[in-house]
């Protein structure tokens, strides 16, 4: 079975300075990898998916994410955050094998403070 | 394009009552759907999950159930509400990357 771990329950960040959170994952099998990102109150938003190729991956909203398979982990960037990148960010990896297709495990997120 | 519907948004049920959670997704045909419990200030929690009409896969133990009447509609259920059950449920759709729903906020009183 997979497992996802977010180090960083919280992280408070400038305006304007960057933003790189943390993601470890255990797998067997070859990782398929996702970062979402939740509002308050809201549902989770795609934010980049990794299944195989560029290491880099560019997402949505200016984030990006490098997998490094020596460290098993997936961490996403950002260069310059803005007030409205506060929010709950968490990392998942999906399953793709015959008897657990398509299930993810989520780490528990990153609650993220944007300051002036 | 596709979208996933959920409802009611809020819910606010007493102990013992029962309760029934729509999802619904369109634009899409024969997605794997998923429902998922966030509790307060915790991860998401993958309750149940279904590749098609009728199969249901528990993932863990509990008070509540879930159905797959139609290909796009995906219910989840209960007989009798614990207070344990309250929190933030979310479905989702996917074949690849999963797509979530807006959520409803369950309180059980």
């Known amino acids: 079975a997979q497992s996802v771990t977010q180090p960083d329950i919280h992280i408070t960040v400038s305006e304007g300075a960057s933003l790189e959170l943390r993601c470890n994952y255990s797998y067997g099998a070859t990782p398929y990898l996702f970062w979402y990102v939740q509002s308050p109150g809201q549902g989770l938003q795609l934010l980049l998916k990794?299944?195989?190729?560029?290491?880099l991956v560019q997402g949505i909203k200016g984030f990006e994410a490098e997998f490094k398979r020596s460290q098993s982990s997936f961490n996403l960037r950002k260069p310059s955050v803005h007030w409205s990148d506060a929010a709950e960010y968490f990392c998942a990896v999906g399953a793709f094998e015959t008897d657990s297709w398509g299930k993810f495990q989520f780490g528990a997120g990153t609650q993220v403070v944007v300051t002036p | 394009s596709q979208t996933i519907h959920q409802w009611p948004a809020t819910l606010v049920q007493p102990v013992g009552s029962p309760l029934s959670l729509e999802c619904t997704v369109e634009g899409t045909s024969n997605p794997n759907l998923y429902w998922y419990r966030q509790a307060a200030g915790r991860g998401l929690q993958l309750l149940f999950y279904s590749v098609g009409i009728g199969q249901i896969s528990s993932e863990v133990p509990q008070n509540l159930s879930a159905s797959r009447p139609q290909d796009r509609q995906f219910i989840l259920s209960s007989k009798k509400l614990l207070l344990s059950d309250s929190g933030f449920y979310l479905c989702?759709?996917?074949?690849?990357?999963?797509?979530f729903g807006p959520g409803t906020r369950l309180t059980v009183t």
């Open positions: 989702a759709w996917g074949v690849g990357e999963q797509y």
């Open positions: 990794y299944f195989s190729g560029d290491t």
